[in-house]
């Protein structure tokens, strides 16, 4: 890959940046994160000449939601990676001048094809829109047709919330399914199809849910064939703040898709997941690891958001998804120790990779606790007979940090003065549209 100047430059800024924020003992070793400032969903991800690209919804300038913009890295084993220039950024008195919001990346005969949200009109106003790369995926060119998708279909009973394009092709033709809602009814995934990437005729809803038990909105679709099954997976937000990830399996036949099987991709704190289909025939999958702590806390450490280590995913003969870390991530284990029974380790390290087996009866699990302060602790427990996985975390500091928020959402219930664009995003972990 040959970088232009202005390139190299931002790269080694973006290195500068990640030195000064090396000694911060929150910031994770192995996982992705900015090279500083906000960043949530994962977008673009795809497998290019044999590298992995991940690009992703980046605020450079603060630590916080907003001005958001697609960041880049590049890497060849999905555990290293190179920071890159920034490669959409919002043109003022445009389509897109609110925010570059999330979406995908095609190979259009050779020709790196983004897919993204444009938002204006303090981002009331949501369309589907291109660029393209003549430069090995460095610089990036908005298509003049800007945006190619402007209305949302009349069905949905509203024109605010319309994003996150995901786009795969079948044949000679492209398909496309975007995120919305249906008013009064509940989310909905719309199905799209064109010859040219250009011009897109509006099929039909693909699947849409229950207001009152799968959220108001539905985002970040993915629809892809795994097996010989098909798995769209949805990210459900309750109209203030982003809720849980689910997955639905099924037939996929003349554009209609019949579900049999529907789960929880993550009951934690993943969300917004973006996978790809690379060169060993493998869907990855990574995922944005939603933030707990508050805005000042964020602000104060110069950075926040990151990634999922990447997962591969497959279907059981269940229906059942199943996610497995990549493998690439044993090539960075250092010492091994070994636990075969009930007792304890002692582990000096700034991180920690672990490889468990839980028995799949009774009450067992792991407690991860810090010698030097005894009162912060992880408790990952599993529960046989309700099949659950439990994480408990219990600290002085979080219980502090729970009050303090109480205190402040009270403040901001009586003086909410947030801007149309930013109002139903900052509740909580509702870091999002």
């Not at 995901?166 to 009814?185: A, H, L, N, P």
């Not at 064939?225 to 937000?237: A, F, N, P, R």
């Not at 999958?285 to 104060?300: C, S, V, Y």
Request: net charge neutral.
């Amino acid at each position: 890959m040959i970088l232009t100047d202005i390139a190299r430059s931002f790269v080694d800024q973006a290195a500068a940046k990640r030195q000064q924020l090396a000694t911060d003992i929150h910031r994770p070793r192995y996982h992705f994160l900015p090279p500083s400032n906000w960043m949530n969903d994962p977008n673009g991800f795809i497998q290019w000449a044999g590298q992995y690209h991940l690009f992703y919804q980046y605020n450079p300038f603060g630590a916080t939601w907003g001005n958001m913009h697609w960041g880049h890295a590049v890497s060849t084993d999905l555990i290293h990676w190179t920071d890159l220039p920034i490669a959409i950024a919002p043109t003022p008195g445009s389509y897109d001048e609110a925010g570059i919001f999330s979406g995908c990346m095609v190979n259009n005969n050779g020709v790196p094809t983004i897919f993204y949200t444009a938002t204006a009109e303090q981002c009331t106003v949501q369309t589907q829109a291109i660029a393209t790369s003549a430069d090995s995926l460095i610089t990036w060119t908005k298509h003049p047709s800007n945006p190619v998708m402007r209305d949302v279909p009349a069905e949905a009973g509203q024109t605010r919330d319309f994003r996150d394009p995901f786009v795969w092709k079948e044949g000679d033709t492209w398909y496309m399914v975007v995120g919305s809602r249906i008013q009064d009814v509940g989310g909905v995934i719309f199905l799209y199809r064109s010859a040219d990437l250009l011009h897109w005729e509006f099929l039909h809803p693909i699947l849409t849910g229950d207001i009152k038990q799968d959220g108001v909105i539905w985002e970040c679709p993915n629809f892809f064939k795994l097996g010989d099954e098909w798995v769209l997976i949805i990210s459900m937000h309750d109209g203030r703040a982003t809720g849980t990830v689910i997955y639905v399996v099924g037939s996929y036949e003349n554009q209609q898709f019949t579900p049999v099987y529907r789960g929880v991709l993550d009951h934690a704190v993943l969300y917004a997941p973006l996978s790809t289909l690379d060169d060993q025939n493998r869907r990855v999958l990574f995922g944005w690891l939603r933030e707990d702590r508050t805005g000042a806390e964020m602000t104060r450490a110069g950075w926040s958001g990151v990634q999922s280590i990447p997962r591969v995913l497959t279907l059981d003969a269940q229906h059942r998804l199943h996610m497995t870390p990549v493998p690439e991530l044993k090539a960075i284990r250092g010492h091994h120790q070994q636990l075969t029974a009930a007792g304890s380790l002692n582990v000096s390290a700034a991180a920690v990779d672990i490889e468990a087996q839980i028995a799949a009866d009774g009450n067992s699990g792991l407690s991860f606790v810090y010698s030097s302060v005894t009162e912060e602790q992880i408790e990952i427990r599993y529960n046989a007979a309700a099949q659950q996985l439990i994480i408990h975390a219990d600290s002085a500091r979080r219980r502090q940090r729970a009050d303090h928020k109480s205190q402040t959402n009270a403040a901001q219930r009586r003086y909410n003065t947030q801007s149309a664009c930013a109002g139903r995003r900052f509740g909580g972990r509702n870091y999002r549209r």
